[in-house]
């Protein structure tokens, strides 16, 4: 499976977008991108997973370039509820085996 | 709709002791994974099965058994525990493994 690269923290401010990038330069054609958040004593919650382009949902975008080797999740106008880890995982759609990596400590500020 | 369930919640083990960790859910998921979360540290997948009656090893395997007992079921036995399993175990599910569910987690302390 590709692995993945991203920062090892991050500090935001209230009110601010907040853009957390991963890179994998592994990438195979059939993998997904996939993101997760985790906030202390739980369990990861999935965000928002995308192949190509750009995603939207009401909580999150995820940006795919063109080459798929690295993938931005942005977040838009954090409140400090959203101070968790945020993990990108790259795996193929129909593959069992989901690996997560160290993931990027999101600290927003008041 | 409860999701995923783990249990216990805590446990706090002796050194050879062996235990058993319980996950069920009940969102009629065909896939069922169990992962160790160190301090400070992501998560690494232990076991998973893709369906019932089906289980593969993942990155830690090693010092664990898992035991796909329905399709509802997956339960992670420690057969002699020892302190390097200290960790938080979450429990997943998926459908055709697009989204996982993870539970709420096992605080686990070996002694």
């Known amino acids: 499976l590709a692995k993945t690269t991203q920062p090892i923290s991050m500090d935001s401010y209230e009110g601010q977008e907040v853009n957390i990038t991963c890179s994998h330069n592994n990438i195979a054609t059939n993998d997904y991108i996939t993101w997760y958040q985790q906030f202390p004593s739980q369990g990861p919650r999935f965000i928002i997973q995308?192949?190509?382009t750009k995603v939207t949902n009401e909580v999150a975008s995820l940006f795919i370039p063109a080459d798929r080797k690295s993938s931005t999740l942005s977040l838009p106008r954090v409140s400090l509820s959203d101070t968790a880890v945020y993990y990108c995982l790259v795996g193929l759609y129909n593959f069992n085996k989901f690996y997560f990596g160290s993931g990027t400590k999101l600290n927003v500020k008041p | 709709n409860a999701g995923v369930t783990q249990t216990p919640k805590f446990q706090v083990l002796k050194t050879g002791q062996s235990m058993t960790l319980q996950c069920a859910q009940d969102m009629n998921h065909n896939s069922m994974y169990w992962y160790r979360q160190d301090p400070g540290m992501g998560l690494r997948l232990i076991y998973y099965s893709a369906s019932e009656g089906t289980t593969d090893k993942g990155e830690v395997p090693n010092g664990y058994n898992v035991s796909r007992l329905n399709k509802r079921e997956f339960s992670l036995r420690l057969e002699s525990a020892a302190p390097s399993q200290t960790s938080v175990y979450f429990c997943?599910?998926?459908?055709?493994?697009?989204?996982?569910?993870f539970g709420s987690g096992t605080q686990l302390s070996v002694l």
């Open positions: 995308g192949y190509k």
């Open positions: 997943a599910s998926s459908e055709r493994h697009e989204k996982l569910f």
